[in-house]
C-alpha cells in the first residue's frame, strides 16, 4: 500500500525528533526544523486519505524516493545541529549601523503600509463575511498586486531588502542589556508591511514564514535571556502569532468556502493537510517519472539573469505550459525544497549538492567561540535556516523569489564591511 510509504516517513521522522529531543545542545533550533517536517509527514498520511485528494493522485507512491528524500534530509540538517551545539552569549554588532538600517526601513514602509490597509479594508466589500471569500478570489489572480501603486511598489522592494534583517535586528533588541522599544517596534513594522503584501495577493506563504522565523529566533534567546526577558518574549509572541496566525486561517477558511461551493470533499481538513502535508506526498508520486531537468530555473534563477539568460518568470501560463510538458509532471504544487532541486539537477545531481554543500557550511561553524558576528547570525539564520523551516513546502529562493537571497547576500556583504572597520580599529588601538 502507497500510504505504508507515508507512514514510514512519519515514524523516521518522528523517530529523529525523539532522538534529538534527548540531545543535549544550548539551542533548539534543530528539535524546531525536527517538528515542523514530523507534523508534515503526519499531515501527508491525512492529506492522502482524504476524499478530495483522489484529484491530484496517482497511485504511484514508491519507497525509494522517500529513503532517499530521508538521506539528503539528514546531510542539510547537519549545519543546523552543529549550529545548536555553539557556545556564544554575545553578538558582536553595531548599533549605530542598526539603527540607520531600521530607520530607512520604516520610511520605506510608511507609504505602502498603510496604501495596503485601504486596499485590504476593500476586499469583498470590507472586513465581512465575503472578506475570506475575497482572498481567496485574490490568490487565483496573478495580477491581484497590480492594485498598489507604482511609488509603494518601488517603496516595497526596499522594504524587501530589509525584512530580513529586521528579525535579526528584532534578536539584537531582545539580547540588548536594555531594551530599546523603538528598534523592536520598528523591525515589527517593517515585517508586517512585508506580509501585508500576502493578505493583497491571498497568499499564506508569507504569514507562516514569519511565524516560524520568530520561532527560529525565541530558540536563540530562550536559553540566553533572564526570566523577565522571557516575560516580555511570550507577550511579543503572542501577538505575533494572533495578527499573524489570524490572516493565515483567514486565508485557508476562504479558500474552503470558495472552492468547496463546487466540489463538497474540498472540506477544511483537506485544506490544511495538502499544505502541510502534500510535499511529501508529490516528491514521492511525480518526480520520479518526471521526463526533464530543469537545468537550474528553480533555484538558480537569479543567476541566470545576472548572466542575462532572461529566465522567464514563473507565471501560471508558463508553469501549466511550458514546464508541464517539459518535465511531464505537475507544476505550482509543493514538492519540498529537496524536490525543487531533483526538478533542476535531477535525483543524481541533487544528491551531490546536497549532501557537499552542507558539510561545506558546516565546516564553518565555529563550536567554542563564546560570540558570534551579526554577519553570519543573519546569513545563516536569514538564507540557510529559512530554507529548512520553510522546506516542508518549497525551496525560499525558488525562481523569481531569488532575488531575495541577492538582497541578502548584499546586506551580509554590508555587515562585513563594518565588522572589518571595527576590528581593525580594535588593532590599532
Known amino acids: 500500500m502507497e500510504i505504508a510509504t507515508l507512514i514510514f516517513m512519519f515514524i523516521a521522522l518522528l523517530s529523529m525528533t525523539i532522538w534529538y529531543y534527548k540531545k543535549k545542545t544550548f539551542f533548539k533550533i534543530g528539535l524546531l526544523v525536527l517538528g515542523i517536517y514530523t507534523f508534515s509527514a503526519l499531515m501527508s498520511i491525512i492529506f492522502y486519505v482524504q476524499p478530495a485528494s483522489v484529484f491530484l493522485l496517482n497511485g504511484k507512491i514508491t519507497f525509494w ?29 553595531n548599533i549605530n549601523l542598526i ?14 503600509f498603510f496604501e495596503q490597509i485601504v486596499i ?44 530580513d534583517f529586521a528579525y535579526i535586528v ?44 520568530f520561532c527560529v529566533i525565541a530558540c536563540i534567546v530562550w536559553p540566553i535571556i533572564s526570566n523577565d526577558r522571557k516575560k516580555i518574549l511570550k507577550k511579543i509572541g503572542f501577538i505575533v502569532l494572533c495578527f499573524f496566525g ?3 486561517i483567514v486565508i485557508t477558511v476562504g479558500r474552503h468556502t470558495y472552492y ?28 520520479p517519472y518526471m521526463k526533464n531537468t530543469t537545468d537550474g530555473y528553480f533555484c538558480l534563477w537569479s543567476e541566470q539573469w545576472l548572466l542575462g539568460m532572461n529566465p522567464p518568470e514563473y507565471t501560471w501560463e508558463y508553469s501549466r505550459g511550458f514546464l508541464t510538458s517539459h518535465q511531464g509532471i505537475p507544476q505550482r ?26 558539510i561545506v557550511i558546516g565546516n564553518c561553524i565555529k563550536t567554542n567561540s563564546y ?20 522546506g516542508f513546502t518549497s525551496y525560499k529562493f525558488v525562481t523569481s523569489h531569488s532575488k531575495y537571497l541577492l538582497y541578502d547576500i548584499v546586506f551580509y556583504i554590508v555587515l562585513r564591511i563594518f565588522e572589518q572597520k571595527k576590528q581593525n580599529i580594535i588593532s590599532n588601538t
Open 65 to 93: 524516493p522517500c529513503l532517499y528524500w530521508l538521506v539528503v534530509f539528514y546531510f542539510t540538517f547537519i549545519p543546523i545541529s552543529k549550529f545548536d551545539r555553539l557556545s556564544f552569549r554575545t553578538i558582536n554588532y
Open 260 to 287: 468547496s461551493e463546487d466540489h463538497s470533499n474540498f472540506t477544511l481538513l483537506y485544506f490544511l493537510s495538502r499544505y502541510l502535508g502534500e510535499g511529501f506526498v508529490n516528491f514521492s508520486q511525480y518526480l
Open 170 to 213: 528584532f534578536l539584537v533588541a531582545i539580547l540588548q542589556p536594555k531594551i530599546d522599544q523603538k528598534i523592536i517596534l520598528s523591525a515589527l513594522f517593517i515585517i508586517a508591511t512585508r506580509s501585508l503584501m500576502g493578505v493583497v495577493s491571498g497568499h499564506r506563504t508569507g504569514f507562516v514564514e514569519v511565524i516560524l522565523k
Open 371 to 390: 560570540s558570534i558576528d551579526i554577519s553570519f547570525l543573519y546569513l545563516f539564520i536569514s538564507v540557510y535556516i529559512t530554507i529548512m523551516v520553510y
Open 120 to 163: 485590504i479594508s476593500r476586499i469583498g466589500g470590507g472586513i465581512g463575511s465575503n472578506f475570506a471569500t475575497g482572498l481567496a478570489e485574490l490568490h487565483d489572480d496573478e495580477d491581484a498586486l497590480s492594485v498598489i501603486s507604482p511609488l509603494s511598489r518601488f517603496l516595497l522592494k526596499i522594504n524587501t531588502s530589509v525584512n
Open 99 to 112: 539603527r540607520i538600517f531600521m530607520y530607512i526601513g520604516v520610511l520605506v514602509s510608511i507609504i505602502p
Open 246 to 248: 489570524m490572516f493565515f
Open 333 to 358: 504544487i509543493f514538492y519540498t525544497y529537496i524536490g525543487n532541486f531533483v526538478q533542476d539537477f535531477g535525483f543524481i545531481f541533487s544528491f551531490v549538492i546536497l549532501t557537499t554543500l552542507p
